[in-house]
T-cell receptor, first 113, second 111 residues
């Protein structure tokens, strides 16, 4: 039972480099999300996709782009990484109804030097 | 806007002690409320939830009651174990399905 799978788990980037975080879910969920976790700030929503073919900005979208490739996959791209993007990134998915449980991946630790 | 405020940690307890983590919220509309737990090196897992006022969520000995009159959803456990050491997040969603999280409370239980 894989749930939400995200890769890579660890990555070190140099300032200005680009990279894509991959995420896939096998629960047939309509909605998918990317969050970042920083000390003392909880999790903040970067982008979300309510359904296949749609994406919307969350609280902290600047410096990121996303692609909802199909119902299963939702990728997050950093076009030009900055040290402020050093964080732990979590992909998540859920059914698209208020009150439904959101399921999280195990996280991707990204360091930008 | 929607926001969650939870008690700051870290919290350090001895085994079998009583644990309370306070959580209050501000929301437009009628939120669903959640507690998530993050064990070291892992992603977040749903611990419990409540979707309407006066509902009580419970799981693994943890409980929280949705109190609309005090806009609170405090997490409690009567007797903690070392395995309960984790970071606990209070969260809400209103009308849609996006979660707003509190800052998290780190709990350490000593044997």
């Amino acid at each position: 039972n894989a749930g939400v799978t995200q890769t890579p788990k660890f990555q070190v980037l140099k300032t200005g480099q680009s990279m894509t975080l991959q995420c896939a879910q096998d629960m047939n969920h309509n909605s998918m999300y990317w969050y970042r976790q920083d000390p003392g700030m909880g999790l903040r929503l970067i982008y979300y996709s309510a359904s296949e073919g749609t994406t919307d900005k969350g609280e902290v979208p600047n410096g990121y782009n996303v692609s909802r490739l199909n119902k299963r996959e939702f990728s997050l791209r950093l076009e030009s990484a900055a040290p402020s993007q050093t964080s732990v990134y979590f992909c998540a998915s859920s059914e698209a109804n208020a009150g439904n449980t959101i399921y999280f991946g195990e996280g991707s630790w990204l360091t930008v030097v | 806007g929607n926001s969650v405020t939870q008690m700051e940690g870290p919290v350090t307890l001895s085994e079998e002690a009583f644990l309370t983590i306070n959580c209050t919220y501000t929301a437009t509309g009628y939120p669903s409320l959640f507690w998530y737990v993050q064990y070291p090196g892992e992603g977040l897992q749903l611990l419990l939830k409540a979707t309407k006022a006066d509902d009580k969520g419970s799981n693994k000995g943890f409980e929280a009651t949705y109190r609309k009159e005090t806009t609170s959803f405090h997490l409690e456990k009567g007797s903690v174990q070392v395995s309960d050491s984790a970071v606990y997040f209070c969260a809400l969603s209103v009308n849609d399905y996006k979660l707003s999280f509190g800052a998290g409370t780190t709990v350490t239980v000593r044997a």
